[in-house]
């Protein structure tokens, strides 16, 4: 999804969109400090979600969403609670009230994903494999036999179901190529795992089919989340 941060408040634009990074599938459309800047977006390129800001100079985000004829999905960020109700008329998909926190966040977005899922028109979903370029020939990985894999310098590690296999690629590369796969989620800077294949979570170690894999800090909030949301913790 495509997400566009309105807020007065440079910090409030910053931890959004250091959220939205976090987030496998988010993309930042852009960041404005008003209505009017936003309004110059919305014209000119799609945006599926509207992080949107309520006590903003020269036009308030209620009378902005309301002068819209065909409004994307909109979350509400603000310190104050008097307008939630009003949100909600407006067919707000949350409101979230600041300082807001990850958990939270990721909440919200996952709202509005399952929001924006249903309003696609119907396709093939994502097959579950992929082609990876592995000891100089491109290699057929099968997804759901992906058990994790580990960074080693240059090259990452990819434990499978059937053994393991040498791939010549970054972290970042491969997190980006994995996706649009909801179950992996990147758990430190060395480790993308396959939530699927957890069978324990302990503290800040996963297991994975008894492997341990440590949480990093940066990450374990994120983490946290989408294991609670799997009720794994």
């Known amino acids: 999804m495509r997400i566009l941060i309105t807020d007065d408040e440079p910090i409030a634009q910053d931890i959004l969109e250091t959220y939205i990074s976090k987030i496998p599938g988010m993309q930042l459309a852009g960041k404005c ?4 800047e936003a309004y110059r977006i919305l ?27 065909a409004p994307p999905l909109v979350i509400f960020t603000t310190a104050y609670t008097e307008y939630a109700i009003e949100s ?9 009230l600041k300082p807001i926190s990850f958990e939270r966040f990721l909440k919200a977005i996952q709202k509005a994903n399952d929001v924006w899922q249903h309003q696609q028109p119907a396709t093939k979903t994502p097959d ?6 592995a000891d100089g020939k491109l290699v057929r990985i099968d997804l759901t036999q992906l058990l994790y894999a580990e960074a080693l310098r240059d090259y990452i590690q990819l434990h499978t179901t ?9 972290m970042k590369s ?5 996706a649009p796969y909801a179950h992996f989620i990147r758990v430190q800077k060395s480790y993308i795992v396959n939530i699927q294949y957890i ?7 996963l297991y994975i089919k008894g492997q341990p894999v440590s949480i990093g800090n940066t990450y374990k909030e994120q983490v946290l989340a989408v294991l609670n949301k799997y009720r794994l913790v």
């Open 43 to 69: 014209s000119s390129q799609p945006v599926d979600v509207l992080l949107l800001d309520i006590n903003m100079p020269e036009i308030t985000g209620m009378d902005f969403i309301k002068s819209l004829k």
């Open 174 to 178: 491969l997190e980006e190529t994995l």
């Open 88 to 96: 909600y008329e407006l067919n707000a998909i949350d409101y979230l």
């Open 128 to 133: 579950n494999t992929v082609f990876i370029k």
């Open 33 to 36: 400090r008003n209505a009017i």
């Open 162 to 170: 059937d053994g393991k296999k040498l791939i010549h690629c970054t």
């Open 199 to 205: 069978t324990e979570a302990d503290g800040n170690t």
